[in-house]
């Protein structure tokens, strides 16, 4: 039952991160959410560079939905409990960047928490 759930939760921080990286073709503004301060969504160059980022963001989604289709629930378990420091990464960076701290702990940290309990649930299930 738990790794059912911790399936589904995964599957949720998949989409979640699919959606967040195709976003940049339609509303490239949405990276100040981010948390850096001064972002220049309309520099072409910071363009590029979030073009970039999103299609990783996109496959970095997929890789969960591939891990849910054909492997077990322990790989699944150590890929997101891996993947969880791209979040812990992105509150460092805004924390470095002098980001609101409310994006840093709230969004970032927090998703790093959901994930690291996620990874938990799928390596002991």
Do not use: E, N
């Not at 599957?11 to 979640?16: D, S, Y």
């Not at 992105?90 to 790093?112: E, M, N, Q, W």
Request: glycine share 12%; hydrophobic share 60%; net charge positive.
């Amino acid at each position: 039952m738990l790794t059912t759930v911790a399936t589904v939760l995964a599957a949720l921080i998949g989409a979640g991160i699919i959606v967040i990286g195709a976003r940049v073709f339609w509303a490239p503004q949405a990276a100040t959410g981010f948390g850096i301060p001064g972002t220049p969504t309309d520099d072409r160059a910071f363009q590029a560079w979030l073009t970039v980022k999103g299609v990783r963001d996109i496959a970095s989604g997929l890789f969960i939905f591939v891990l849910i289709i054909g492997a077990t629930s322990h790989l699944l378990g150590w890929f997101m409990l891996a993947a969880t420091l791209i979040p812990i990464g992105d509150a460092l960076i805004v924390l470095r960047s002098k980001g609101p701290k409310a994006i840093a702990y709230g969004v970032h940290a927090s998703t790093a928490l959901v994930m690291l309990a996620i990874s938990v649930l799928l390596l002991v299930g």
